[in-house]
């Protein structure tokens, strides 16, 4: 019955999401909406990983309450070295929100935020 999902990160400027997800996270635009124009949203690969970015004023059409920022979810992300990762996204002026630490698990994490303030977890496993 159900297929999949996908988290849609609401953004007031998508090209400026769409610029820091696919030029800096390296994920693969998949699908835009409208095709020709300015973006009112957009999908987006990492691997076997979706997300799509949407503006506000596409989610207010959609008939549900006008989306406001804020921390309501984490995106992780897999990296092969968090570390490494951690200081690429810190040389592109990426907000560095805690500095890469091995937890408890066993795995080095990290956090960014993205231009619209979304927590960001870059994590990796000890090789």
């Known amino acids: ?4 999902s996908f988290p849609s990160l609401y953004t007031v400027d998508i090209n400026r999401s769409l610029a820091f997800y696919r030029d800096l996270l390296e994920f693969e635009e998949t699908f835009r909406f409208p095709d020709k124009g300015e973006p009112e949203h957009v999908e987006l ?3 076997n990983s979706l997300i799509a970015l949407t503006t506000y004023e596409a989610a207010k059409e959609g008939s549900v309450s006008a989306p406001t920022p804020g921390h309501p ?3 992780t992300i897999w990296a092969e070295d968090a ?3 951690i200081d690429r996204l810190r040389t592109a002026e990426v907000p560095v ?5 091995v937890h408890k698990a066993g795995i080095t994490r990290a956090y ?6 979304n927590w960001i977890a870059i994590v990796s496993r000890k090789k």
Do not use: H, T, Y
Not at 1 to 4: A, G, K, N, P, T
Not at 97 to 101: H, M, R
């Open 1 to 4: 019955m159900f297929l999949s």
């Open 45 to 47: 690969r990492l691997g």
């Open 73 to 75: 979810f984490e995106l």
């Open 83 to 85: 570390n490494q990762a």
């Open 97 to 101: 929100i805690i500095e890469p630490k």
């Open 112 to 117: 960014v935020s993205d231009p619209d303030g």
